[in-house]
């Protein structure tokens, strides 16, 4: 299987505005490479058909006004027909988040075409299996709101508010929402292994090599199984590579595990196609 010529959606893809650009003052900062010209001009190469553009619930990377942020996101996949999906942000604001996050979501996936929510509890600074998170959850179920949950406990932020532990308490809550768990659930990819959330194999792929070797990293995405990963960067950010260098990491590790051909298509594209009920 050759990773690089199979056809993709990297449904994991953060990049900014032009005017948040700018604020990243440090050229070396990846954040800085993070515009829609640069990552456009690999698509081709890598032969990625479309990329999911993912908000971060981050008022200081992105704008601090939420509705400011799903304007730009809904006219980047205007401006690019057919290259961009996008997913709809929130932002906490003190002690109004579970009152207000539902009704500006409402409000932006009517006015913004956005196809799905993205939650990071951790920039949220709110536990996702808190009673703060249930109305926002409820909404994005309500509208059929796939949603893709921020996961890799990490100790210097309020260490597990985004375990996939908790992520499954939600997932009992609202079996009638559909979850993607970022990053194989990070640090907690074995918690993440037992339940039957979506995962994305975003940011950690590389790590999990280096930790695990080839071979186990192949047992790891085994266990989870083809019907669960959706292949995902958090391109061009993480590890701070250059444009190119994330995809072709990523590539070459999926090329050495041992996933057949349809195995392989519903990783890289079938499997969010269908959560998505949308076609290339
Ligand atoms: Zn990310």
Redesign the pocket.
Known sequence: MDWKKLKKIDA?V?LLPKDCLKKQTDAQDSWAKASVEEYSKIMQEYNIEKAIL?P?NDGWTFYSNVEKTNEWLSNTTKNNPNKFIAFADVLSDGGYFAESSPNLLGKSIKKYNLSGLKIHPSNLGIDIDSLEMVPVLRKAADLKLPTII?SNPYARTNYDCCSAAKIHKMARIFPDLTIII?HLGGAGWQDALQGNEYVDI??VLPQFVELYGIEQTNRILRAFGADRLIFGT?FPQAYGCKYNEILEKYCNILNQMDFTKEEAEKIAYKNILKILNKKL
């Open positions: 994991h953060h993912l971060i921020h970022a975003s940011y958090d």
